[in-house]
């Protein structure tokens, strides 16, 4: 996200489009399941919605630590999977009651990489750190949770993998899948749909060819600190400079951009906090030093988060990956900025989770005047999720896990280069006036950039996929502007 956002998106001269699509898709490859026998978490499951057809359905969940040692809630991963009511159907999740308490639990809709005759969809349950952790032996107790359409026709359930209408009481169920920190430790997925976290590419899927000799940029972010000097020599500058967005007074902290193990991969992750005042407030920030980025394809793995890793939650956060340009004077019609912005709590007029695509063709800070078209869908999109955007000499496509989100106008692509970036800021400090610490995470898996070549997102899989088999953790072959 750029420098500023000084008003609701609802005073904004925006040409809307609606996305297509409302539901996260995350690729996924085999891994070899565990039993119940073999130690990690059982998973329980009945239904107060029985019928072949129903409003909502109603998977109720027991998750049971049947190893030797405490489980972490927040590490653990519970899919049901379902065939969508048609192919642009969209979802909504919800929490009718949990003995856990339904605040610490979040739900997340995905595509499968591999669709079956039962199958094409999931609903993920997650669990935020309040949730605790799990004795040997223990189990979460109830967990009521339902989901339905967006629109509230009635949908089927009698063809969904996951679903059995007979169970009055609770009973071990596998077809529904558990993960525990991302290695599958329960179930039995529909066939080529095994889940990993992060989501990486099916091997079951049918090879793409990689795409030729384009000019590009790809990092996989394999840094040890914000202090390495490999950041800035790849060509990286970590933001410190004051300023917006975000809430007045605060900072922007480079030591709060850190580079995590995860199952032997490294990502990046940003960090923002706040005690409910501007100077205890900490946004962050990495983007390219060069402005050198025009057509072609953009794409990154990014980890979105509906929750807070400790404190109170409700903070009117920003999670962004995007492009961008200097505004040289107000409505100048040489800007250029293309935006994937997630605002897990609402924010600009929204009351709840909402991921916006904007393309930008200029902008008045002051009165504020705003010339955009923007896609949305108002949904969870908490976890790994492969964001793609194309621009060549007719239109800005973008798409979510392989899903097209939005197309905008030609009306709105860009003249001139631009840098390419990644935020994490408040709004403002309206949505949680507490004085509690917080802080909140956005990780980065990879980014991509390909000069002057629209990719589609199985090609970009394609050319991360043979990059890193190659060993190149990163390269950048896009000349100056």
Excluded at 219 to 243: E, I, K, M, Q
Excluded at 296 to 303: C, D, E, F, P
Aim: proline letters at 7%; a negative charge; glycine letters at 8%.
């Amino acid at each position: 996200m750029s420098t500023r956002r000084t008003t609701s998106r609802s005073t904004r001269a925006a040409l809307a489009l609606t996305a297509i699509v409302g539901s996260a898709a995350l690729a996924t490859f085999p891994l070899t399941t565990a039993s119940a026998s073999e130690g990690g978490v059982a998973v329980q499951y009945r239904t107060s919605a029985s019928g072949a057809t129903a409003d909502q359905s109603e998977p109720w969940l027991k998750v049971r630590n049947t190893g030797t040692t405490s489980v972490q809630l927040s590490q653990v991963k519970i899919r049901y999977y379902f065939k969508a009511d048609s192919p642009n159907a969209t979802y909504r999740f919800a929490c009718s009651w949990a003995v856990k308490g339904c605040s610490a639990i979040t739900g997340t809709f995905g595509t499968l990489a591999n669709p079956t005759a039962n199958a094409d969809r999931y609903l993920e349950i997650g669990f935020t750190p309040a949730a605790g952790s799990l004795a040997p032996g223990a189990d979460t107790g109830d967990m009521q949770l339902r989901f339905y359409q967006a629109n509230w026709q009635t949908l089927t359930q009698s063809d969904d993998y996951s679903f059995q209408g007979a169970p009055t009481s609770y009973a071990d169920w596998t077809k529904v899948t558990a993960q525990i920190a991302g290695v599958n430790v329960w179930g039995t997925a529909p066939a080529g749909n095994e889940p990993t976290d992060p989501p990486t590419t099916p091997p079951t899927t049918p090879p793409t060819t990689p795409p030729g000799n384009g000019e590009t940029l790809f990092d996989d972010f394999s840094y040890t600190s914000h202090t390495d000097p490999a950041l800035a020599s790849h060509g990286w500058s970590v933001r410190s400079n004051s300023g917006g967005p975000g809430v007045p007074g605060a900072s922007w902290d480079p030591s709060k951009v850190t580079f995590v193990n995860q199952s032997g991969n490294t990502v990046m992750n940003l960090e923002t906090s706040s005690a409910g005042t501007g100077a205890s407030t900490v946004h962050t920030e990495v983007l390219t030093k060069a402005t050198k980025f025009k057509n072609g394809t953009y794409a990154a793995r990014v980890k979105f988060s509906d929750a807070p890793k400790y404190g109170p939650d409700g903070d009117r956060i920003v999670q962004t990956f995007f492009t961008i340009n200097d505004l040289k004077a107000p409505m100048a019609d040489d800007y250029a900025e293309y935006d994937f912005e997630y605002l897990p709590n609402g924010g600009w007029g929204e009351p709840a989770n909402i991921l916006y695509t904007t393309s930008w063709e200029t902008y008045n800070p002051d009165p504020w005047q705003a010339v955009n078209q923007h896609s949305e869908s108002r949904t969870s999109f908490a976890g790994w999720h492969d964001l793609v955007v194309t621009i060549d000499n007719s239109k800005i496509t973008y798409y979510v896990d392989g899903a097209l989100f939005g197309t905008h106008d030609a009306a709105y692509l860009p003249e001139r280069p631009m840098s390419i970036n990644f935020n994490q800021w408040l709004i403002d400090l309206n949505g949680q006036p507490s004085t509690t610490p917080r802080a909140y995470d956005q990780q980065v898996d990879y980014v991509l950039h390909v000069k002057d070549q629209v990719l589609t997102p199985a090609q970009v899989a394609a050319k991360v996929s043979a990059l890193r088999g190659a060993g190149t953790a990163f390269v950048d072959e896009v000349p100056a502007s």
